[in-house]
Each structure stands twice: as C-alpha cells, then as structure tokens.
C-alpha cells in the first residue's frame, strides 16, 4: 500500500510560481512512475505531467508544456511540480499518482494510487 500526500498548494496571482510536493509512504518508492492530475471546477479530471522512476522520462500535457517541470527525490519519497507561468485557467485541485507503468501509463491514468489532491488558485 502507497499512500501520497500533496502540499504546496494556495492562492496566487496569474504569472506567479508555485511549488506542489508529494510525499510518498512505502519503501518501494523508486519502483513508481509518478505524476500529478488536475480538476477545475466542473470540469474533468486530465493529466499534467510524468515522471519515470529513473527520472529518465517525463512527459506534459500540452497545455503546460514549457511552464510545468516535474521532477523526483528519490532518497526524500517525494515528487514535485514547479509550475511557473500560472495562468487563471491552471486553477484547479492537484493529485498526485503513482503506478508500476510508463509515463505514458500515467498519463492515461493507468495508475495505482492517487493523493487526496491540494487546491491551486490563480488569480487574474
């Protein structure tokens, strides 16, 4: 059992940055790919950003392709999202996921465990 627990998220003005972090319980971290998801208010839940167990991949949705890095600690059990560039429309709940695949696994939500998520709010 993995459990991921998300932080960093707030309110900020639109061209701000923001750091997300995810810890992750369990000692078979560096076995997960890793990523994080989004959902704005009435809107479906999509995909952000990716990240192998090696570090090696990663992948980003288009829309925050150049502005969005994702990247991991391995020793520290922790994924994060730097998301710099935040426009209005990044508002949303975070959630952090974990699974045995590819980053391209994540990214069609083929994963095994999801965070409670943490609240991202860009003003205009």
């Known amino acids: 059992q993995v459990q991921l627990v998300e932080s960093g998220g707030g309110l900020v003005q639109a061209g701000d940055s923001l750091r997300l972090s995810c810890a992750a319980s369990g000692r078979t971290f560096n076995t997960y790919a890793m990523g994080w998801f989004r959902q704005a208010p009435g809107k479906e839940r999509e995909f952000v950003a990716a990240?192998?167990?090696?570090?090696?991949?990663?992948y980003y949705a288009v829309s925050v392709k150049g502005r969005f890095t994702i990247s991991r600690d391995n020793a520290k059990n922790t994924v994060y999202l730097q998301m710099n560039s935040l426009r209005p429309e990044d508002t949303a709940v975070y959630y952090c996921?974990?699974?045995?695949?590819?980053?391209?696994?994540?990214?069609?939500?083929?994963?095994?465990?999801w965070g409670k998520g943490t609240l991202v709010t860009v003003s205009s």
């Open positions: 996921v974990s699974g045995y695949g590819s980053v391209l696994d994540v990214a069609r939500a083929t994963v095994d465990y």
């Open positions: 990240i192998s167990w090696s570090s090696y991949s990663t």
